[in-house]
């Protein structure tokens, strides 16, 4: 028996960013009446939420892709779609189009409205069969249509010019403890190995007012913590004037009752000002901890990734982060196996992990992606190479964060219990402390009265490289309170 429309399920790879938009959709199609289904099998609906920023997501869905081609052969009535960073210009998406003719919608996250009337289409029998179609901008309208691309191939991006932004107001109903509000998309940046901006467009700005308005939903909602995304979060406002910078966003953010924490990823060193530092460490809800992407530890390096700063520019940001902003924990991302990237470059980098001892590094191997500047590049450096230079960046962190993690021992910390956790161990509350860190409390006769979203305080007893272990104090109604 064939499985009735309105079944989907959603796949995604990659940032966080992506599973902000994933969530927006399901939400969207959960508003029309649609149902989540657990696995591919069981939907008639796909929609593959592409990552392009490493080798090893893209070629993830390129395999999806070819099961896909063959589960359609199957059943004709599948509905396949891709959004995400794999969705880049038209050229991208005409090359997608000739090797995956089984895709029967292309759309970028600002486009997701496109979603009621191409299911309406798709879901009645009578428009069946119109091949593979594309969202089209039109201008002077609102939002965009759906054209069969048999007859009028057009472009599904807006213009590198177009700074309109329409990002999906639909938000879950779920009672989750943390959400993501995406408030920035796109990159302004040349990072010469990164292929973001040509796939997600330029810095556009979310509306304040939009913002506050769905912060509240959130809230309204169950969320006590929001993480505020972008991919160079601290240029929210640029590009629209007259708005709030970030901290000021997250002064205004932290007049909502009941939002008792604020987060923000991934910051980009030049756009941090010294004001910024100081007001978000003024602000009692903004969580002491900051994603600040380093990517190398030799100036030479930087200069052949286009990163638009040097190390010396890079430690007096992490000084006066330190110095101003008491209790901040840092995290990092680094590659490793950039192109040339020589023996003494990578000790400099290790000599900078050392120096800095950041709490969380995130390490990759460079991998060459289409449409960058590296690309054009020599990718000189063996496999080997890069997988042994990432394993030492990995030992070397780890004795860092153990060292870190272990001075938490003794102490108290206010967490934010995000889940229960049944492991063979026993029963866990897993939550995070407002440095990040992810601290568990056992509940070995199952006896504690917490649920998600519940603020407490924990003695930390125990601790490793990735997380802290505990035990539960007593809520923390009082510190909320006093926030
Ligand atoms: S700042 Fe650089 S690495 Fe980050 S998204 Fe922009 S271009 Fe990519």
């Not at 090797?99 to 069946?128: H, N």
């Not at 953010?253 to 008792?260: K, T, W």
């Not at 910051?267 to 100081?278: K, L, N, V």
């Not at 964060?401 to 003794?410: C, F, Q, R, S, T």
């Amino acid at each position: 028996m064939g499985i009735a429309p309105g079944k989907y399920h959603i796949w995604t790879v990659g940032c966080q960013m992506n599973q902000a938009d994933s969530q927006r959709v399901s939400a969207m199609l959960d508003n029309l009446g649609c149902e989540p289904a657990p696995a591919m099998e069981d939907a008639n609906l796909i929609i593959l939420n592409t990552c392009s920023v490493r080798e090893a997501p893209e070629l993830r869905a390129h395999g999806q892709l070819s099961l896909l081609k063959r589960a359609k052969e199957n059943r004709p009535d599948l509905l396949i779609s891709m959004m995400g960073c794999m969705i880049g210009n038209q050229r991208t998406i005409d090359d997608l189009k000739k090797r995956y003719p089984v895709v029967d919608l292309f759309f970028k996250i600002e486009y997701a409205d496109i979603l009621p009337k191409f299911l309406e289409e798709r879901w009645t029998p009578i428009a069946a069969g119109l091949g593979c179609l594309d969202v089209v901008e039109q201008v002077g309208e609102q939002s965009p249509t759906l054209l069969p691309i048999l007859n009028s191939p057009v472009a599904i991006t807006p213009k590198p010019a177009a700074r309109e932004i329409h990002y999906p107001g639909n938000i879950a109903q779920n009672r989750k403890a943390t959400a993501w509000l995406p408030v920035i998309l796109g990159c302004n940046k040349v990072c010469s190995y990164c292929v973001v901006p040509s796939r997600r467009g330029v810095e556009r700005s979310r509306p304040v007012d939009e913002l506050l308005r769905e912060a509240q939903t959130l809230t309204e909602n169950g969320a006590r913590e929001i993480t505020l995304l972008g991919q160079t979060v601290e240029a929210y406002g640029l590009d629209l004037p007259g708005a709030p910078s970030l901290s000021q966003l997250m002064a205004q953010l932290s007049g909502i009752q009941g939002l008792d924490r604020i987060r923000f990823m991934t910051s980009y060193p030049r756009h941090f000002t010294d004001q910024m530092i100081h007001e978000m460490a003024a602000l009692p809800k903004v969580c002491e901890h900051v994603n600040i992407p380093v990517q190398h530890g030799s100036d030479a390096v930087l200069q052949r990734m286009r990163r638009g700063y040097d190390i010396a520019e890079y430690k007096i940001l992490i000084e006066k982060l330190r110095n101003w902003w008491p209790g901040v924990s840092l995290s990092t991302d680094v590659i490793v196996g950039f192109c040339g990237e020589t023996a003494e470059e990578f000790q400099e980098l290790l000599r900078l992990l050392e120096e800095i001892r950041f709490d969380v590094v995130h390490v990759a191997m460079y991998s060459p992606r289409q449409g960058t500047l590296s690309n054009k590049w020599e990718d000189d450096i063996p496999y080997a190479v890069k997988k042994a230079r990432l394993r030492e960046v990995e030992i070397a962190q780890e004795k860092i964060a153990l060292e870190i993690n272990a001075a938490y021992v003794g102490s108290e910390q206010e967490i934010l219990i995000e889940e229960r956790k049944i492991q063979e161990k026993g029963i866990y509350w897993k939550g995070r402390t407002r440095s990040n860190k992810l601290l568990f409390m056992q509940d070995p006769k199952d006896g504690l009265d917490l649920a998600p979203g519940d603020m407490v305080i924990a003695a930390t007893d125990r601790s490793s490289a990735w997380s802290l272990q505990g035990t539960y104090l007593r809520h923390a109604q009082e510190h909320a309170a006093a926030r």
